[in-house]
C-alpha cells in the first residue's frame, strides 16, 4: 500500500492524504472502490482513483446536496437519490419529517458495502422509509412509475457508469419523473478543473432548456479538486432563494441544530457566485 | 529541483503542484522565498515552504481582501497594507477612484524583489499613488502619524516574522491608526486546519473586544490549505453587511467589469459562515 494517496486533477497538481492502512478494495462490474484509514480524515472512500468521502469532510456534501432541495420544496415526501450508494444523502433527506419514502437507486452494491463496513455513521440503512434499489439510476427515472417531490443526482464524475447522468435525455427524463412542485439538485464538479467545463456546461444549458428556474451553487468540499464544488439546483415552480424558502428552513430548528455546514445564510450565500465560475456556465 | 511541491497542512495530508522549473530562491534576513514555474498554476511563490500565491489564483484573495473592505468604507482614501510584498492587494486598492495614497509596508524587499521578476501582472509598483515602505508593519502602526481610512492585514501564516500580526496588541495599534469610519481587514488562516484554531480564535475574541463590528467572512483559494480560507473585517462604524455597502459596489461597474472573483452577491455570501466555521470562534 502506498503511504499516500495522491488524485492529480491538473497534470501534476492536485491532493495528497496520508495513509494508514488499506480497508477495503474490490473490483466490482463497474468500478474499483477502495476504502483507506487516513491520517486526519477518519476512513476515505475511492472510485477508480477519486475520492467519494471521508468520513471527517463528508457531512458537507451531504448536507449541501440535501437540504437546499428538502427546504426549497414546500413539502417533500416522495425523494429519488440516484447514486448515494455511501448512504450519506438518504441520511440528510430522513431528517425531514415530512419524509414517506427515498428510494436510493445505486448501481453498484460494492459502494453500499463498502459503506455499511467501514463508515458506520454515515448511512441510515435500517431506516424503514428507505428504499435501495441496485439499479441503473437512468433506466430507473426512465421507467418511472410515480412521480417524486425531489430528486437527488449524487453521482460520481462524469467518466465510467456516471457519464449518462451528465447528459440532456437524463434530465429531460428527470423533469418527468417530477411532481408539478418538485425539485432536482445535483453534484456538477468543480469550476477550477477546466477539463469538466464541457459537462458542466451541458448540464447547466440542459438545465436551462428544460427547468423554468435552474441555478448553480457552490459549497467548500476540502477533499475534492480545488476545494470548490458545485451543485445545480433546478425546478418548474420552486426557486431555491424563492420567498418563504429561507422562512422554512429558519423554522426548523429540529433539524437545523444538529447540522455541521447548512444554515438558511449559507443557502442564500452558496448561489452568490464569483464572477469566473458564471463564465463558465454562460 | 523536486517534480512537485508539496505542502501538508494535516500531517501527510496536503497539496500537491506539479512543477516545471524554479525560478527565484533567495533566504532573506526573514525567511526562504522561492518561485516555481507550474504545470497550470502559472508561477507560484512559497515562502517557508507555503504557498503564498500563484498566478492562475491569486485573483481571489486579492480581490477579496481589498474590495470588502473598499466599499464597507464610504469613500477610502488613504490605506494601509502591512505585507502584501506582491504587490496583488495594493493593485487592487487602487482601482478605486477616491485612492489618494496607498502604503505599504512589508517587512521583507526580497518578496517585492520575486514579484516584480516573476509576477508582472500581480504588482502596480509604477503606480504614483503607492508608497512602498521596508519596514516591520507592527512598529509602523504604532507610530503611526496620520490615520487611514482603511488598514489590510496582508501578511502569512502565524509562525515567523508574522507571528505579531495575529496578537491582540496589534489590533489595539490598528484601531488608534483607523480614522472613526475606518475599516480594517485581514487574513486569519483556513477553518479546516485546526493547528490555527488557537491563532483565529485570539483574533476574532481581540477584534470583537476593540471594535463595535466585527465579522469572519469566507473564500475559496484552491493553492491554500483545504480551500477554504477566512479573513476578518472590522470597522468602529462600518458594518459590512449594512445599508449601502452593496449598492455603493453595485453603482462601481467600472471596477466590477474588470474582476474575476469579488462582486455584490459573493460580498454579502462570503459572510454565510457554515455552522462548524462559527464554533471555531465562538
Not at 15 to 37: A, H, N, P
Not at 119 to 125: A, K
Request: hydrophobic content about 40%; charged content about 20%; some cysteine.
Amino acid at each position: 500500500m502506498p503511504l499516500q494517496y495522491n488524485e492529480y486533477y491538473n497534470e501534476q497538481t492536485g491532493l495528497t492524504i496520508g495513509l494508514k492502512k488499506l480497508l477495503f478494495s474490490k473490483q466490482s462490474e463497474y468500478q474499483l472502490v477502495e476504502v483507506y484509514e487516513t491520517d486526519t480524515w477518519g476512513n476515505l472512500m475511492t472510485i477508480d482513483g477519486m475520492v467519494m468521502l471521508s468520513e471527517r469532510d463528508e457531512f458537507v456534501y451531504h448536507e449541501m446536496i440535501s437540504h437546499v432541495a428538502m427546504f426549497t420544496h414546500p413539502k417533500p415526501e416522495r425523494v429519488l437519490i440516484i447514486g448515494g450508494g455511501d448512504g450519506g444523502t438518504a441520511r440528510e433527506v430522513l431528517k425531514h419529517p415530512s419524509i414517506q419514502q427515498v428510494d436510493m437507486v445505486e448501481i453498484d452494491k460494492t459502494v453500499v458495502e463498502a459503506s455499511k463496513l467501514h463508515f458506520p455513521g454515515v448511512g441510515d440503512f435500517n431506516n424503514p422509509k428507505l428504499n435501495v434499489l441496485y439499479e441503473d439510476g437512468i433506466a430507473y427515472v426512465k421507467n418511472m412509475k410515480k412521480p417524486y417531490d425531489v430528486i437527488i443526482i449524487d453521482g460520481s464524475d462524469p467518466v465510467g457508469p456516471a457519464e449518462g447522468l451528465f447528459e440532456k435525455d437524463f434530465y429531460q427524463f428527470c423533469l418527468k419523473a417530477l411532481t408539478p412542485e418538485g425539485v432536482l439538485t445535483a453534484q456538477t464538479e468543480s469550476p477550477w478543473v477546466e477539463s469538466y467545463y464541457p459537462s458542466m456546461k451541458k448540464v447547466f444549458s440542459a438545465l436551462d432548456d428544460l427547468f423554468p428556474i435552474s441555478k448553480m451553487y457552490l459549497n467548500y468540499i476540502p477533499l475534492y479538486p480545488a476545494g470548490m464544488w458545485s451543485m445545480a439546483c433546478a425546478s418548474r415552480s420552486e426557486d431555491p432563494l424563492g420567498d418563504g424558502v429561507l422562512q422554512r428552513a429558519e423554522s426548523a430548528q429540529n433539524i437545523l441544530s444538529a447540522l455541521s455546514y447548512y444554515n438558511p445564510d449559507v443557502h442564500r450565500g452558496a448561489f452568490a457566485l464569483p464572477n469566473f465560475v458564471k463564465k463558465i456556465i454562460q
